[in-house]
Nanobody
Framework: QVRLVESGGGLVQAGGSLRLSCAAS????????MGWFRQDPGKEREFIAGISRTGTNTNYADSAKGRFTISRDIARNTVYLQMNNLKPEDTAVYHC???????????????????WGQGTQVTVAS
């Protein structure tokens, strides 16, 4: 079992920054592909960023490239999403997720993730 707990969301003005954290327990990050997704009510879950279990590969949605950075701290077993130059359209609930397979090729697809956090709300005011 893997437990994921997100934190760091909040209300920010457009152009501002937030850093989301996802603390994992139950398995080390070296055995997990980790992803960040976001979801608005009534919309499908949208892939934002992913990082491989080795930490050497990352993948970003076009909407995140150049503004968001995914990283991890092995000692803390925590994954981060640094979000800069936030826009009102970034408003959503952000979830982290863990995939226990050895593949990084499915990182953008929500249904291949085995564990999900409860989410943290990000609201960007214009």
């Amino acid at each position: 079992q893997v437990r994921l707990v997100e934190s760091g969301g909040g209300l920010v003005q457009a152009g501002g920054s937030l850093r989301l954290s996802c603390a994992a327990s139950g398995r080390p990050l070296s055995s997990l592909t980790m992803g960040w997704f976001r979801q608005d009510p009534g919309k499908e879950r949208e892939f934002i960023a992913g990082i491989s279990r080795t930490g050497t590969n990352t993948n970003y949605a076009d909407s995140a490239k150049g503004r968001f950075t995914i990283s991890r701290d092995i000692a803390r077993n925590t994954v981060y999403l640094q979000m800069n130059n936030l826009k009102p359209e970034d408003t959503a609930v952000y979830h982290c997720a863990a995939d226990t397979s050895l593949s990084f090729t499915r990182v953008t697809v929500p249904r291949f993730y085995d564990y999900w956090g409860q989410g943290t709300q990000v609201t960007v005011a214009s």
